[in-house]
């Protein structure tokens, strides 16, 4: 089935470690997004990507890194620099369909936490 | 700034009535907006979606209304059975093209 899939579902950070999340998508979507959802709070914009080998900032862009050397994948980057990693991290991806917007569908998340 | 948000944060029904989750958002120049249902421990599922040349749009028990006017959004569940309880989420677009704007959510809570 067509899909994004997000992983590892956990994850643990020790103190100074960098971790990458990863995000594979076979929906032939241009767009790829991450996102930060912490307890009880809405989704908070990370980075996003509208193509291949070019991404940009989002709302909360500091501490993180990104690429998207491939179309189907959006790997997300959560460095020593972010100080508070502990946070659910959604990666989703979206078809310009025309000009129109488009949805966006999501994986099931990563869930950070600090070790 | 731009900004979505919803009225209520807890909504709590009875099996088989009608829900209303509601949602303001302050980008006139939005076109386009979604609704999100999220399962605890699960990405946002897409529920419905609308565009700002329409008012009303009908899925599968559920109906969206725009209200330009006043820059009000609804989501309506008809029937609401114990599968919907979830965190409904909207959005919009910015002028950013394709960036989302999310709203803090509703929990809907349906009571047996």
């Known amino acids: 089935d067509g899909g994004i899939t997000q992983s590892p579902k956990y994850l643990f950070r020790k103190e100074g470690q960098n971790v990458t999340l990863s995000c594979e998508q076979n929906?032939?979507?241009?767009?790829m997004y991450w996102y930060r959802q912490d307890p009880g709070q809405g989704l908070r914009l990370i980075y996003y990507s509208q193509i291949v080998n070019d991404f940009q900032k989002g709302d909360i862009a500091e501490g993180y890194s990104v690429s998207r050397e491939k179309k189907e994948s959006f790997p997300l980057t959560v460095t020593s620099a972010q100080k508070n990693p502990t946070a659910f991290y959604l990666c989703?991806?979206?078809?310009?369909?025309?000009?129109?917007?488009?949805?966006?569908?999501f994986g099931d998340g990563t869930r950070l936490s600090i070790l | 700034g731009e900004s979505v948000g919803l009225h209520l944060p807890t909504l709590s029904v009875q099996e088989g009535d009608n829900s209303i989750i509601n949602c303001a958002y302050s980008?006139?120049?939005?076109?386009?907006f979604i609704w999100y249902k999220q399962e605890s421990g699960k990405g946002p599922q897409f529920i419905i979606d609308i565009r700002s040349n329409m008012d009303k749009r009908q899925g599968q028990r559920v109906t969206v209304l725009l209200n330009k006017t006043v820059k009000h959004l609804s989501l309506q569940i008809a029937a609401t059975q114990p599968g919907d309880s979830a965190v409904y989420f909207c959005a919009e677009t910015s002028n950013q093209g394709g960036k989302l704007i999310f709203g803090q959510g509703t929990e809907l809570s349906v009571k047996p």
């Open positions: 929906l032939n979507h241009d767009a």
């Open positions: 989703a991806s979206s078809s310009p369909g025309q000009g129109k917007d488009q949805p966006q569908h």
């Open positions: 980008n006139s120049a939005s076109d386009y």
